[in-house]
């Protein structure tokens, strides 16, 4: 049986990361729907309050839900030759996701809560206002779409819990308000286990999940496609009106990625891409986001973006 070649990506590096006063630790990265830079930083978390653990006697550690003192939190958004910077006082979320409104307001969620914590926050640079509601406990990822629909994946101890996150993927408004979930009592095609990745691009958001290891398409109605997939353990992918290109599976290099071409019936086979950077290495210590076509990796050395469609010519 002839081997498929190994097809290969370079990710160019787009910025470093945004400079900020030595009181700020850079906490982590996103990308908005319209491909923005989003970074996030926290000020003066001397012992990393942020991702603070606690144990118990004899067992392993868990997420601490909330940090002892709020704190203030910088958002830097880069887009094009463009800087903003947005401070928000009193944050106490711990494990925090963070995305970008189209009119420039700014979403945290705490990945943790208890009991019906209000651990989603709008936040309204121009105004000041914040807006807080209940977004669920285990959260994946959060993404918005260009109707200003939030999207809120989450972890198996989310979705076998109680609350938002019971729908696996779980669509908000833009004042936090639900309005759609995919695991839902009339279902029968599909559930939503553990949400390994999500990809929302335009209208539309792309779900890759557990236990099955399916592919979904959500519409701007909520029309739902299903897709089965040969891979398995995936934790983002790309994918844009030709392909997908899904992250390294279990076990895999993390640079190990896998093509596939959508075609009128189904995937293709699988064809692997092996992914590097212009600048350093691509690996685990960095972040990799896949949003709209593009695969993103974010790391100490700064941001760094390829397209599939490059893979396809």
Known sequence: MKRTKTKKLTLAHVVPLPEVGEEFTFVSGSVSNRQEGLFLFIKNDLINEIHGRYERKGGPSFPKRKMANAKTMLVVILSDENRQDILIDDVDFTFPEFDLFPDGRILLAAGWCANDDLNGLIFNSETREKTKFHAGDGIETICIDDASRIFISYFDEGIFGDGPGMGGITCFNDEGGIIWQFNSTDRKDAYISDCYAMNVTGFDAYIYYYTDFE??????KFETAIW???????HCFAISDDALLFSSQYGEPENSF???????RGLSNKTPVEV????GTFDKQGQTIGRG???HHINKQGWFRGSIDTLLE
Do not use: E, F, V
Not at 215 to 220: D, Q, R, V
Not at 228 to 234: A, L
């Open 215 to 220: 592919l979904a398409k959500i519409g701007p």
């Open 228 to 234: 089965k997939t040969d891979i398995s353990g995936c």
């Open 258 to 264: 896998h093509l596939m071409k959508r075609l009128p």
């Open 276 to 279: 590097k950077l212009d600048i």
């Open 293 to 295: 076509a593009s695969i």
